[in-house]
């Protein structure tokens, strides 16, 4: 505890002196007090929890340990036939996994998931058709290169439709080895698309993808994967980043089409085509700082403690 104390605090240091345009590793003169590093940690911790919206910890179950909307885990046969939805996980290869988790228990798809795993997406999200921003936050723990079946795979998407419609993801290409991270914002897709009909051949598609070639990911390590998204919707265009492990890995902008999602459609998307462990699913109302998405990659004990 007092390792992961010390580096919050550290992170705090540097966040401090980048506010104040004095380098982190500065002279006693201009350094911050550990007073003043302590607060600031404080501070950090604090702006962690006022904003949070939605946690699924899997500590106690499949469903969410706090939401500003529905609770409730459902599944469905298909994302296509969400009408057939009920409040339970169905498959007997998705299962809540004893003391393996990042922080306690964890999420575990045992095989290739193609059912509809989710959570409802508009209130849980602080969804909104114009200048919608926020920040997911998860931990992933596979070797996707052995884990991972044939094809895409998604361990998670925020949408009401389809990948490139109105929708927030991160996936696992298909075909690169190693494969591929990525993270993909595309807005309403009969705006951008324009008739395409293979978008992920166009220099659109490529342009609002985050790709990380080598990415962090191992059997027995886990690895902090967070998005934080601004003004999606606007006419000044949105923004997006992928983090991992507490560090920018890409950045996609100018996101200037609608987006637009019938609430009560929007669905937050788990493990799509995935094998492998997630844990610590948290949804914030705002578009985290950097300081902040570092904050909580080092928070002692995950973000559940901000319940506490």
Same mark, same amino acid.
């Given at each position: 505890?007092?390792?992961?104390?010390?580096?919050?605090?550290?992170?705090?240091?540097?966040?401090?002196?980048?506010?104040?345009?004095?380098?982190?590793?500065?002279?006693?003169? *201009?350094?911050?007090?550990? =007073?003043?590093?302590?607060?600031?940690?404080?501070?950090?911790?604090?702006?962690?929890?006022?904003?949070?919206?939605?946690?699924?910890?899997?500590?106690?179950?499949?469903?969410?340990? $706090?939401?500003?909307?529905?609770? &409730?885990? !459902?599944?469905?046969?298909? $994302?296509?036939? &969400? @009408?057939?939805?009920?409040?339970?996980?169905?498959?007997?290869?998705?299962?809540?996994?004893?003391?393996?988790?990042?922080?306690?228990?964890?999420?575990?798809?045992?095989?290739?998931?193609?059912?509809?795993?989710?959570?409802?997406?508009?209130? /849980?999200? *602080? !969804?909104?058709?114009? *200048?919608?921003?926020?920040?997911?936050?998860?931990? &992933?723990? &596979?070797?996707? @290169?052995?884990?991972? #079946?044939?094809? !895409?795979? @998604?361990?998670?998407?925020?949408? @009401?439709?389809? $990948? *490139?419609?109105?929708?927030?993801?991160?996936?696992?290409?298909?075909?690169?080895?190693?494969?591929?991270?990525?993270?993909?914002?595309?807005?309403?897709?009969?705006?951008?698309?324009?008739?395409?009909?293979?978008?992920?051949?166009?220099?659109?598609?490529?342009?609002?993808?985050?790709?990380?070639?080598?990415?962090?990911?191992?059997?027995? =390590?886990?690895?902090?994967?967070?998005?934080?998204?601004?003004?999606?919707?606007?006419?000044?265009?949105?923004?997006?980043?992928?983090?991992?492990?507490?560090?920018?890995?890409?950045?996609?902008?100018?996101?200037?089409?609608?987006?637009?999602? #019938?609430?009560?459609?929007?669905?937050?998307?788990?493990?799509? /085509?995935?094998?492998?462990?997630?844990?610590?699913?948290?949804? $914030?109302?705002?578009?985290?700082?950097?300081?902040?998405?570092?904050?909580?990659?080092?928070?002692?004990?995950?973000?559940?403690?901000?319940?506490?």
């Amino acid at each position: 505890m007092r390792d992961t104390y010390a580096r919050l605090i550290v992170s705090a240091v540097a966040a401090l002196a980048a506010a104040l345009g004095t380098p982190a590793s500065g002279t006693a003169q *201009n350094a911050p007090s550990p =007073q003043a590093a302590a607060r600031s940690a404080t501070a950090l911790r604090d702006s962690l929890r006022a904003t949070l919206a939605f946690l699924a910890s899997f500590d106690h179950g499949f469903d969410a340990d $706090y939401a500003h909307g529905d609770r &409730l885990i !459902y599944t469905a046969p298909s $994302y296509a036939k &969400l @009408d057939a939805a009920v409040a339970d996980v169905a498959s007997p290869d998705i299962v809540i996994a004893k003391g393996q988790g990042r922080y306690g228990d964890a999420l575990q798809f045992k095989k290739k998931n193609t059912q509809a795993v989710f959570y409802r997406g508009a209130v /849980n999200t *602080n !969804y909104r058709p114009r *200048n919608w921003s926020g920040t997911v936050s998860f931990w &992933l723990s &596979l070797s996707p @290169d052995t884990d991972l #079946e044939p094809g !895409y795979t @998604d361990p998670l998407q925020i949408t @009401d439709k389809t $990948y *490139n419609n109105a929708a927030v993801w991160v996936d696992f290409t298909r075909d690169d080895k190693p494969r591929h991270f990525r993270l993909g914002v595309f807005g309403d897709s009969a705006v951008w698309m324009k008739g395409k009909a293979q978008p992920e051949q166009t220099a659109f598609f490529d342009q609002r993808t985050v790709v990380v070639t080598q990415p962090p990911f191992a059997h027995g =390590q886990w690895t902090n994967v967070v998005i934080v998204f601004s003004n999606l919707g606007s006419d000044a265009g949105g923004t997006a980043k992928l983090y991992l492990n507490g560090k920018l890995a890409g950045t996609t902008e100018g996101i200037k089409e609608p987006f637009n999602m #019938e609430p009560a459609s929007a669905t937050i998307r788990l493990g799509v /085509n995935y094998t492998g462990l997630l844990d610590e699913l948290t949804m $914030y109302s705002r578009a985290l700082t950097d300081a902040e998405v570092a904050a909580l990659y080092q928070l002692d004990g995950g973000a559940a403690t901000l319940l506490r």
